[in-house]
């Protein structure tokens, strides 16, 4: 594949912008942009798709389809025929939430009725329900939400659908089974009401202190396996050894075998329904290293659910 005609597309892998013409089990997908409480949010995430696309020519993935991925046991792609489609950034008039929703939603709502699984870049942290409304009404899933905060604000300067709010959002939807909230941390906008509406929600919330405490494999096998999963991980719930790319970097985090136990676990039972990164701002990382992690989680997933 020549790497002038892809325009640097994930992995050099092809560019179909119109999703409803995807034939490949994944679908990589930008946005750029989500409902922010201030205009100056909106450029903070913007270049971080771009950036993911980037660091898969720069480490060479792209580039070497035939060679061997020890994360996988074997090559990424080992007939060269790529099982990953790019579609592309999703493009909207920024300055209005609602249409950022609306074209978020319409972008990945053929994937999901295809049974396509989204590989999502972000882009605020009010992303995510965006991802769960694209599912609704197409059967019931589960929801895995790594981050070192709730977001379980029920508004925020009298705004709803801001990046305190997403888990609450998302709890709405009917589409919505179990809700298992991994790798909180710290201090963010949650007050003790927010905790107790969501355990009041059923939601199952694990801090990192627990996780550290119990293993990443016992969490894993905790999760229940009766519906896929929709996994969500705002890049603050890592570890900033991994993912200093951040606007609200704290010490601690789940390390990548934390997070790459989860995320392989579910994607060898063959249960990502989609997968969606938040909050990596690009103008923060170090070398690349947050990119890198999204990147190699991706391939992990698309290597492992086959």
């Given at each position: 594949m020549n790497?002038?005609?892809?325009?640097?597309?994930?992995?050099?892998?092809?560019?179909?912008?119109?999703?409803?013409?995807?034939?490949?089990?994944?679908?990589?997908?930008?946005?750029?942009?989500?409902?922010?409480?201030?205009?100056?949010?909106?450029?903070?995430?913007?270049?971080?798709?771009?950036?993911?696309?980037?660091?898969?020519?720069?480490?060479?993935?792209?580039?070497?389809?035939?060679?061997?991925?020890?994360?996988?046991?074997?090559?990424?792609?080992?007939?060269?025929?790529?099982?990953?489609?790019?579609?592309?950034?999703?493009?909207?008039?920024?300055?209005?939430?609602?249409?950022i929703w609306a074209a978020g939603v319409a972008k990945l709502r053929p994937l999901a009725q295809a049974g396509r699984v989204p590989l999502v870049v972000g882009g605020l942290d009010s992303i995510p329900p965006i991802v769960v409304e694209a599912f609704d009404g197409l059967g019931t899933y589960n929801i895995l939400h790594v981050d070192a905060h709730l977001d379980f604000r029920e508004e925020l300067h009298g705004v709803t659908r801001g990046y305190s709010s997403p888990i609450r959002r998302i709890r709405e939807y009917g589409c919505v089974g179990e809700v298992v909230q991994v790798g909180l941390r710290s201090m963010g906008s949650a007050r003790p009401s927010d905790v107790a509406d969501a355990r009041a929600a059923g939601n199952r919330i694990i801090t990192t202190w627990e996780l550290q405490e119990a293993g990443a494999q016992s969490v894993l096998d905790s999760l229940p396996t009766d519906n896929k999963w929709i996994i969500t991980i705002d890049c603050d719930g890592l570890d900033p050894s991994i993912a200093p790319g951040v606007g609200w970097p704290e010490p601690g985090g789940l390390s990548y075998f934390d997070i790459a136990t989860l995320v392989r676990g579910l994607a060898e039972k063959g249960l990502v329904a989609a997968i969606v990164f938040t909050e990596f701002q690009p103008g923060h990382d170090v070398r690349g290293t947050t990119a890198k992690t999204i990147a190699r989680l991706f391939m992990n997933v698309m290597g492992l659910q086959r």
């Open positions: 790497l002038a005609t892809t325009n640097a597309s994930f992995l050099n892998v092809p560019t179909v912008t119109d999703t409803s013409l995807v034939e490949t089990p994944y679908a990589f997908v930008g946005i750029p942009y989500g409902p922010p409480y201030k205009p100056a949010d909106l450029a903070a995430c913007e270049g971080a798709a771009d950036a993911v696309r980037a660091i898969t020519h720069e480490m060479a993935y792209a580039l070497n389809w035939s060679h061997y991925d020890f994360d996988l046991g074997r090559p990424m792609f080992e007939d060269g025929v790529p099982t990953v489609t790019d579609c592309g950034n999703v493009e909207t008039d920024v300055r209005d939430p609602d249409a």
